[in-house]
C-alpha cells in the first residue's frame, strides 16, 4: 500500500465504441456506416486504409460489427456489471446511423434516439458519467456514396446535423463529449477514420489533409455549438498518442522522431490552440493546399478550441531516419504506425510493445504543449484468454498491464503535477479489435462468450481483473 492517490473526482471507467461492440447493425431504423463494411480476415487493413473499395456487405466474407457483442440487446446487464466494478464514466460512442440512417436526415430516427436515451439514464441510475465520442470511426455509408467521405466539405454540415440533434437530445444527460476518436488515425486508416476510398492516381497526402482540414473544421464548430446548446458540458479532442523515440542520438533520428510526433500534433495543435502551426501550413502546401484555410476557415478554428485533451495510450513508438536500420528492425505485419522494434521493450501477444513509462512521458509532452487537462480515454492490454474448467479468467497478465499504466500514470499526476480527469480502460468489456476484426484479442475485465467464427452463447463473465479493478477504484488508487 502507498500513500499516494489519485485526485478525488478522478474520473475511473471503461471504453467502448458502438461498432466494436452493439451489433443490432441493421435493426431498429439504423443506417450502414463505414464500419459495418469492412471485413474481417486478409482484406480487412486494404479497406480500413482506403485501398479497396468494398461499400456493400458482400457473401464470402465476415462483418464483425453486424453483432458484435450485441451490446444492444444486453445493455443493461452489462451496465449493471459496470456499476458493480465501481465505474465513476462509461465512454461509448454513439453510432451515427442510429440518429441519422442517411448521415444528413431531416427527420431523426426515433427508436436510435430513444436507445441511447434510456442508455444514458441507466448510467446515471448508477452515478455513472457517460463521456460520449460523437464520431468513433464511422462515417455514414450513404454520405461516402453521396460526397466520397470527408474529402467533401459538404460532410461538415451533415455532422453538424447529427451534432446538433444528439447536443438536444441529450444535453441534461451528457455532461461529456469527445468530437472524434483518434483524428490522427485518417492519416494512416483514411477509410475507417474518414470514409475515404482512393482512386488508383490521386494524390493520397492532398486528399487526407484536405480531409484533415474538414474535420478539423467540424471539430471546432461542434465545440462551439456544444458550448452553446450545453453551457458547462466539457468538449475535448482524442488523439492516438504514444511519443516517437528516436532508434539512437544520431540528430537525423531526433529530427525523424519529431516529424512523426507531428503527424499526431499537426491535429491536436489546432484544437487545442486554435491556429495550425507555421509547419503544418508548410506540409498542407507541399500537398498542394496552399489556400485551404481561408481567413474565415482560420476564424473558425480559433473559436472553437477545445476544454480537454483525450488520448489512447497503448505504447510508445521507435524510429530512425536510415533506411537500412529501419529495413533491418522495422516492425513485422501490418502495423498502423510503421516504426521499430524499441529493445528495450517486450511485446504483447500482436507484438504492440509494453511501455509504461511511456503513458507518463506521454502526458508530460501533451500538458507540456497545451496545458490543458488530460483524459486518457483507452489503454489496455489484448491478449487471448483462457476459460478455465470451472468458469474462470486469471487474466494477471493484464492487471499487470494496467496495473504498471495506472502507476505511471499516478507518477504524472503526483510527480509531475499534471491535471487528468480520468482514466477509461479500453474494451472494459471484450469486443470486436478495431484493426484485426478479432475477438480473440480481448481487453475486457468482462469476458464475453464469443468466439472468431462468430459462435458463442455471449455470457458475459467476471475475469480476476473484474475484482482487482474494483478494488482499485474503491481506493482511488491506493490499492495498486
Ligand atoms: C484504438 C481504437 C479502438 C480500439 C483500440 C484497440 O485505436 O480507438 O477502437 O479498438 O485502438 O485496438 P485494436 O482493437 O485494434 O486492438
Known amino acids: 500500500m502507498t500513500e499516494k492517490k489519485f485526485p478525488s473526482g478522478f474520473l475511473w471507467g471503461g471504453a467502448t465504441a458502438a461498432n466494436q461492440c452493439e451489433g443490432a447493425y441493421d435493426i431498429d431504423g439504423r443506417g450502414l456506416s463505414s464500419v459495418d463494411v469492412i471485413p474481417s480476415g486478409q482484406y480487412r487493413m486494404k479497406v480500413a486504409r482506403g485501398e479497396l473499395k468494398m461499400l456493400e456487405c458482400q457473401t464470402g466474407y465476415e462483418y464483425p460489427s453486424h453483432e458484435a457483442i450485441d451490446m444492444y440487446h444486453h445493455c443493461k446487464e452489462d451496465i449493471a456489471l459496470f456499476a458493480e466494478m465501481g465505474f465513476k464514466c462509461y465512454r461509448l460512442s454513439i453510432a451515427w446511423t442510429r440518429i441519422l440512417p442517411n448521415g444528413d436526415d431531416d427527420i431523426p430516427n426515433k427508436a436510435g434516439i430513444e436507445f441511447y436515451r434510456s442508455l444514458f439514464q441507466e448510467c446515471r441510475k448508477y452515478n455513472i458519467e457517460p463521456l460520449v465520442t460523437i464520431d468513433h470511426f464511422d462515417t455514414p455509408i450513404a454520405l461516402i456514396k453521396k460526397y466520397g467521405g470527408w474529402r467533401n466539405r459538404k460532410m461538415i454540415d451533415a455532422y453538424l446535423k447529427y451534432c446538433r440533434v444528439i447536443f438536444s437530445e441529450y444535453k441534461s444527460l451528457v455532461k461529456y463529449w469527445i468530437t472524434f476518436n483518434e483524428i490522427n488515425m485518417l492519416l494512416h486508416m483514411s477509410f475507417m477514420g474518414a470514409g475515404i476510398v482512393f482512386d488508383e492516381d490521386e494524390p493520397r497526402e ?196 494496467l496495473r504498471q499504466h495506472l502507476l505511471a500514470l499516478r507518477d504524472a499526476i503526483t510527480e509531475d503535477g499534471i491535471p487528468v480527469m480520468g482514466f477509461t480502460a479500453w474494451g472494459c468489456i471484450d469486443l470486436v479489435s478495431a484493426s484485426s476484426g478479432e475477438m480473440k484479442k480481448r481487453y475486457g475485465m468482462i469476458y464475453v462468450d464469443k468466439d472468431d467464427n462468430g459462435k458463442g452463447t455471449l455470457k458475459r463473465i467476471r475475469k480476476d481483473s473484474f475484482y482487482w479493478y474494483r478494488e482499485v477504484i474503491a481506493s482511488e488508487g491506493a490499492s495498486l
Open 206 to 401: 492532398r486528399i487526407k489533409y484536405m480531409a484533415a482540414h474538414h474535420e478539423l473544421l467540424a471539430s471546432a464548430l461542434a465545440v462551439k455549438l456544444a458550448h452553446e446548446i450545453m453551457p458547462g458540458c466539457k468538449i475535448g479532442c482524442m488523439l492516438a498518442a504514444g511519443n516517437f523515440y528516436p532508434y539512437t542520438c544520431n540528430p537525423n533520428d531526433i529530427f525523424d522522431s519529431l516529424e512523426k510526433d507531428r503527424d499526431n500534433y499537426f491535429f491536436t495543435d489546432v484544437q487545442a490552440r486554435g491556429a495550425y502551426p507555421v509547419w503544418a501550413m508548410k506540409r498542407m502546401k507541399r500537398a498542394g493546399l496552399d489556400d485551404i484555410c481561408t481567413d474565415e476557415d482560420a476564424k473558425i478554428l480559433a473559436d472553437g478550441t477545445v476544454d480537454y485533451i483525450a488520448f489512447s495510450y497503448y505504447s510508445s513508438r521507435c524510429t530512425t531516419a536510415d533506411p537500412e536500420i529501419f529495413a533491418k528492425h522495422a516492425k513485422p505485419g501490418n502495423a498502423v504506425f510503421r516504426s521499430v522494434i524499441n529493445p528495450y521493450l517486450k511485446n504483447t501477444e500482436w507484438g504492440w510493445q509494453i511501455d509504461p513509462l511511456g503513458l507518463r512521458i506521454t502526458a508530460n509532452t501533451l500538458f507540456d504543449r497545451y496545458s490543458k487537462p488530460l483524459f486518457v480515454v483507452e489503454n489496455g492490454l489484448g491478449a487471448v484468454d483462457t476459460l478455465t474448467e470451472d468458469g474462470k479468467i486469471h487474466d494477471t497478465y493484464r492487471i499487470e498491464y
